[in-house]
């Protein structure tokens, strides 16, 4: 059973930071292909905000790259530092991975419940 858990989330002032933290677990040995980050405000569509590859390779969102840089740093671990956060940055952000299973020939993609990030004076 594959887990990926978000955590970091909460309230923060405008122009305060956060760090999303993202765990992945599985009961048993995995590798991972890539994690993404991706952020869902209510009635909207999820949106794209970082990729890191396995092998620390990362990419982000143009409309947040100034202030967003994904990192990871074990290999079942992987993080989103948040900086200069916005009131419109108020929304649930979710950790994807794709991962193999030691056990299976093929990867797959996996979701956290995500975490909400509230950005409110």
């Known amino acids: 059973q594959v887990h990926l858990l978000e955590s970091g989330g909460g309230l923060v002032q405008p122009g305060g930071s956060l760090r999303l933290s993202c765990t992945a677990s599985a009961g048993s040995l995995f590798s991972m292909n890539w994690w993404a980050w991706y952020r869902q405000a209510p009635g909207k569509e999820r949106e794209w905000v970082a990729r890191i590859t396995a092998g620390g390779v990362t990419d982000v969102s143009g409309q947040v790259r100034d202030r967003f840089t994904g990192s990871n740093d074990d290999s079942n671990q992987v993080y989103l530092p948040l900086d200069g956060l916005k009131p419109e940055d108020t929304v649930v952000y979710y950790c994807?991975?794709?991962?193999?299973?030691?056990?299976?020939?093929?990867?797959?993609?996996?979701w956290g419940k995500g975490t909400l990030v509230i950005v409110s004076s």
């Open positions: 994807s991975g794709r991962l193999r299973l030691v056990s299976e020939l093929y990867s797959k993609h996996y």
